[in-house]
């Protein structure tokens, strides 16, 4: 059960959605199951997995989003989702309704298509599945902490103030012409040696001009 969850994890980000909504007339189209790719470690017999049915939540938001946008084509996703959230609350029992029923259908149909394909994996492709999970969780969970630090930091500059924030343009600046004096030496000796192919292009045209005048 815990292997079948974290199939699940890793499907949410595969193939396209099993069911669009239809924006006219505001009715539910029901289509089969879409399916993604066939990962590299799995079974040439095995036609792909369905993706991880979007939430009754996430399903209004997709379908909404386009048309907030329309309306207020320079409000930027943040606000629009926030918008978005506020009308989901407001929205009808009967309505939420739809979304929900639609949700639990397509829900269904996806753990039985997830079985039927476990059924068919080897052994081997099981352990190969599990590491490709845990790899997704760990490239995830690395990425998350990287924006919460890059955030972070965007916010600690942003609380500097103008001479604090000058010091670090002034290091910038410093370090800029101490690379770009240090690239330019390493480049003359690799002309001396032969190795043009090394170079810059725009060093290559400084060289040949050089040596024309001469």
């Known amino acids: 059960m815990a292997l079948l969850r974290g199939v699940w994890g890793v499907l949410s980000a595969l193939g396209k959605s099993g069911a669009d909504l239809c924006a006219v007339c505001g009715s539910r189209l029901r289509s089969p199951f879409s399916f993604a790719y066939v990962p590299r470690w799995f079974s040439s017999t095995l036609s792909g997995f369905p993706k991880k049915p979007m939430t009754s939540y996430v399903r209004f938001s997709k379908e909404q989003l386009p048309i907030f946008k329309a309306q207020n084509p320079d409000a930027k996703n943040s606000e629009l989702i926030k918008k978005i959230a506020e009308l989901w609350r407001e929205l009808p029992d009967s309505e939420k309704k739809i979304y929900e029923d639609a949700y639990r259908a397509d829900w269904q149909v996806y753990k039985e298509e997830v079985n039927r394909i476990q059924e068919q994996l080897t052994p081997s492709q099981m352990v190969s599945l599990e590491k ?83």
Do not use: P
């Not at 924006?147 to 972070?152: A, E, I, S």
């Not at 000058?166 to 390493?186: F, G, P, T």
């Open 132 to 214: 490709e999970i845990m790899q997704k969780r760990l490239k995830k969970k690395a990425l998350i902490k990287k924006r919460v630090k890059l955030k972070t930091i965007n916010e600690n500059w942003k609380n500097l103030s103008s001479s604090q924030k000058q010091v670090y343009i002034q290091l910038a600046e410093d370090d800029k012409v101490r690379y770009y004096n240090e690239m330019k030496s390493w480049e003359e000796q690799m002309v001396e040696v032969g190795r043009n192919d090394l170079i810059r292009r725009s060093m290559k045209h400084s060289a040949k001009k050089d040596t024309e005048e001469c």
